[in-house]
């Protein structure tokens, strides 16, 4: 018995609308896997596409009573297309990705060339001390120390929390 002879009519090779229905669902299920796992938006340096496209770092952000600190992912990238700025209590990363690859084997000749922007910007709740904000580069991971300023610190305080229960 043939799987067309299963199907409600009956020796048709094909369905009334001209498709087989299990490659129809098929397509369908590879459609539905493929639309999960492809990436809303570039969220790293490895996202694919053409030309000119707008990349994001991965950035860890650590908090403490006395400083931020904030690492950025930046494989690949030289320390002087990266550009840091602080403003308003807000740190701003961007730069640029430049990749470019040649091979020659033989009378071949291959050469493709990629670049990306990136803008990130990152706001902070405390004032930061801004004269002694510390930046370091190295192995394609951006570090950067940012010390919460005196006062800012001072600001802060724990308020008791009173309730209507006994002994209040």
Do not use: C
């Amino acid at each position: 018995m043939a799987n067309r002879d299963l199907t409600p009519w009956r020796g048709a090779a094909t369905t009334p609308v001209g498709r087989d229905p299990f490659m129809n669902f098929r397509r369908e299920m590879d459609r539905l896997f493929d639309d999960f796992f492809a990436p809303a938006e570039p969220r790293s340096f490895g996202a694919s596409g053409q030309g000119q496209a707008m990349v994001m770092p991965s950035i860890d952000l650590h908090e403490t009573d006395q400083a931020y600190t904030i690492s950025a992912e930046l494989p690949g990238i030289d320390p002087k297309d990266v550009e840091l700025d602080l403003r308003d209590n807000a740190l701003t990363l961007r730069g640029e990705k430049r990749s470019e690859r040649k091979e020659e084997d033989g009378g071949r000749r291959y050469s493709e060339r990629s670049f990306g922007r990136f803008e990130r910007t990152i706001p902070l709740a405390a004032e930061v001390d801004a004269d002694n904000v510390e930046a370091r580069f190295e192995n394609g991971v951006l570090k950067v120390n940012l010390p919460k300023n005196a006062k800012a610190r001072d600001k802060t305080r724990r308020i008791e929390i009173k309730g209507a229960g006994k002994g209040n």
